[in-house]
């Protein structure tokens, strides 16, 4: 299994990106997705997840109204569209996938990325 982010970036306060991250190895739709985060220092974090068919998502509240997951499961990819960014939004970001029909908003998940990192300046 190999999941690969992309996307990552430096931007200002205010400015919006776009995270993917791009399956292989497993059946996608079988499978509820997440991306995380980790800001040095600090331990990794759950920020979004979203169920098998995109229906259901669930949000930190740090990023709620800020960040939206989804995901095209005919192209086994997963996105996370972060506007209004904020230099605490700072971190490298992963995605993972986890066995679950349903979000799953916590760190059990099956399968980890190799991180894109996200640098916000004020």
């Known amino acids: 299994v190999q999941l690969q982010a992309s996307g990552g970036g430096l931007v200002e306060a205010g400015d919006s990106l776009r995270l993917s991250c791009v399956a292989s190895g497993l059946t996608f739709s079988s499978y509820a997705m997440g991306w995380f985060r980790q800001a040095p220092g600090k331990e990794r974090e759950f920020v979004a997840g979203i169920g098998w068919s995109g229906g259901s998502t669930y949000y930190a509240d740090s990023v709620k109204g800020r960040f939206t997951i989804s995901r095209d499961n005919a192209k086994n990819t997963v996105y996370l569209q972060m506007n209004s960014l904020k230099p605490e939004d700072t971190a490298v970001y992963y995605c993972?996938?986890?066995?679950?029909?349903?979000?799953?908003?916590?760190?059990?998940?099956?399968?980890w990325g190799q991180g894109t990192q996200v640098t916000v300046s004020s």
């Open positions: 993972a996938a986890v066995a679950s029909r349903t979000v799953v908003p916590g760190p059990k998940y099956d399968y």
